[in-house]
């Protein structure tokens, strides 16, 4: 190798590490529930090379801030409409999602059994589909819905031990078994919870695995866990995450309202 062109390796080399760590830090600040600065650093992050994860980290950092503005709000659609950040972090969301997107249907079309871009392109979908359908409150998505239940179907059929994607495959379970009417939960495959809060369990506890990709199934538990009103095992659930996140105000404040309680 000559020297120059050692150079070229070491200074491509480097600003792939710098890359790696800006967007190991935007994951940090997600986690820890800093949803604002998140979105903010991964906008400075490159997608030229195609990195999927990054629109999977914007669509999902600009879903929270919406969920964050939208919280405790009984007319969501009153509430959205009037709240000027959403809408425009909305039309930001739609840009991340369809770029994402893009990326991910282009690498199917030419490799259709392609790990990476089956489970992003299912993540993005329900990315989508959680926002529209959870947060909005809209009747709708169910393109979305579908593109990622084949997607993620096909992703666990050759890597059943994907742990993110038993982990979106879990929330697509539990969604169509409690948020959708018998007869339609049916139309879309049908759902359940049960099986949905075992997978979750099990994906919490994995001991293997990135740190962040373990995380986000146990957020996910303590999500499940608080929807079903099981309070017990979300508070462990919840101090499980506060010794990983300890900056992240909604675990400590969840914490705090249950400690408040037994103590009365």
Known sequence: MTPRLLLLVLVFSAAEA?????????QALLYDGRYGEASALAQTL???????????????ALHFQIRAALE????????FNSCVTC?????????????GQTVARAILKEHPRDESALYFLGKLDLNYVWL??????RKTGWNEFWEARHSLDQLLADHPDHLR????????EYIVDTRMPWGTAWMLGGGNKRK?????????????????????????LWEMQVREGNAGAALVTARRLASNFPANRGVARFIDRYDDKAAR
């Open 165 to 172: 994607g038993r982990v979106a495959h879990a929330w697509i």
């Open 72 to 79: 405790g709000e009984r007319n969501r659609a009153k509430a």
């Open 196 to 220: 949905a809060l075992a997978t979750m369990k099990d994906a919490a506890s994995e001991e293997h695995g990135e740190f962040y990709d373990r995380a986000e199934a146990m957020f996910g």
């Open 87 to 99: 809408r425009d972090q909305m039309e930001q969301f739609m840009r991340e999602l369809n770029s």
């Open 46 to 60: 490159s997608t030229d090379d195609g990195m999927m994860g990054i629109y999977e980290l914007r669509t999902s």
């Open 132 to 137: 529209v359908l959870g947060t909005l409150g």
């Open 18 to 26: 710098r890359a790696a760590d800006q967007f190991a830090d935007a």
